[in-house]
């Protein structure tokens, strides 16, 4: 994995953080749970690739803020530092997958 992947945990925007600050400070401390899904696929595709999957997961064990991150962040002098110092525990928990349901598609035999 690249040094870029290898531990950035600034690779987002201050929006995102700035949100994330709102989050902690309203005490929504619960488990976060994202869904990678596929709605419908147009009619003339049979299939969908999702690539790049193992790299996410990859970023995400390994993700953390180091020390100059953080300094970084108290710098702009947008972040509490009891938000600081959770960012600094911040640690991936754990993934849980779920294979998609199989659907039966019509034969396209004449």
Do not use: C
Not at 48 to 53: D, K, M, P, S, V
């Amino acid at each position: 994995m690249s040094r870029l992947l290898a531990n950035d945990a600034l690779l987002t925007d201050l929006y995102e953080l700035t949100m994330l600050q709102a989050y902690h400070a309203s005490g929504m401390n619960e488990t976060a749970v994202f869904e990678f899904f596929a709605r419908d696929l147009p009619p003339q595709r049979n299939f969908l690739i999702a690539a790049g999957l193992a790299q996410v997961v990859e970023y995400l064990t390994q993700l953390r803020f180091t020390q100059t991150e953080l300094a970084w962040l108290e710098s702009t002098s947008r972040f509490r530092p009891e938000f600081l110092r959770s960012l600094a525990d911040l640690r991936f928990s754990g993934l849980r997958t779920k294979p998609p349901p199989l659907q039966a598609r019509p034969s396209r035999r004449a």
